[in-house]
């Protein structure tokens, strides 16, 4: 785990993240609270894929201090004027956008939702840290960034071999993709055109404690422990690169910090797996944790197929390592391990979350 303070300054920042409320924002947020002295301000509209747990747990461990250092602004950045007032109130050093909808087999089903957060709620943003950055003084003008956090899924679907990095083309191919590429087109634009300092990042499919259960590990996890089938779209054979929320924290702190402004670093944790793979490594780990009547192989089943289902995705995060100085602690069979551990240990956790957003895994985005 990096070293905050070295990164962040002596001084306190005053720090707007958008879609703390998420699955990678909250750790974010979490590792703010806990290993800096910067007040944190967490823009979220906060929807079905939200909850602060993890949050109220740590303000509570730290105590006083800490609530006076964080602050909740509901808001929806669909809401320009609402966006406006947020950024004025919140008077930012640093801007971290990860606010976004981010799952594809939900955009499969309803992309305008995807294109009004993603686009027109970036846009909304961009708008008004325009504004503010334009006000500061001389100082804080020169030291403000505002830091883009996307997807890797922007470059498309790669065959087998090769990787992407801050060269490759945009070519995104679910409508998740395409508005998250989008808003990165925008970020890049509004550096070009009003000089605003951003930084990008693009990294790969992140996992960990407290990601909503519709994505595919957690997904796997507890449809497992369910004793329900556990879905395995098309061959199985898809590959995606995994990185652990918390490696990423790293990487995003060094890039929103030290990151070259106007440009790109592609993030990824050295964890190729195909799906089958990552089904079946959770699947062993599940095994070996409870006695199940049957084993969790026996669940395993291949059902059709998501529209537009990118084979591969694959990092070379060669840049970011060699000029930031970032480097994964968590090898991916360790950290799935772990995070399997995490749920089994917060299964009350997994069925509130599933019921306050009415969802329970059933299939979506089949069109
Ligand atoms: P998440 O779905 O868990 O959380 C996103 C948060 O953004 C939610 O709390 C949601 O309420 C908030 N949000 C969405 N639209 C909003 C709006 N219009 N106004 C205000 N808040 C809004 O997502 P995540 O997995 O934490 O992803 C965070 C970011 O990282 C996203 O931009 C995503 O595209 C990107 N990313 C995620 C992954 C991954 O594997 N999870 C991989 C690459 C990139
Ligand atoms: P997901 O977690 O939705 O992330 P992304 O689509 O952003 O990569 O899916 C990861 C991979 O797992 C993807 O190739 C689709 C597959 N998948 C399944 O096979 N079964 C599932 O139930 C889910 C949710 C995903």
Redesign the pocket.
Known sequence: MIDLPSHLGESPRRILITGGAGFIGGALVRRLLRYSNSIVFNLDKCSYASDLTGIKEVLADLGSEADKRYQLLRVDLVDAEATKECVRKADPDLVMHLAAE????RSIDAPNVFLESNVIGSFNLLQAVRLHWEALSKDRKASFRFHHIS?D?VFGSLGNAGRFNESSPYDPR?P?SATKAASDHLVSAWHHTYGLPVVLTNCS?NYGPWQFP????P??IL?AVEGEL?????D?A???DWLHVEDHVDALILAATKGELGSTYCIGGFGERT?KQ??ESICRFLDERLSLKNSCFSLITK?PD?PG??KR?AIDPKRIITELGWKPCFEFEAGLAKTVDWYLANIDWCTYIRNKANYF?E?IGLT
Do not use: A, M
Request: cysteine-free; glycine content about 8%; aromatic content about 8%.
């Open positions: 981010s799952h594809v087999d997807t899924e679910s998740y499919n519709e994505k595919l590990i997904v796997v449809k556990i879905p395995l779209y098309g199985g898809n590959v995606r799906n990552v089904v059902v998501r289902h990118d995705y895994g299939r």
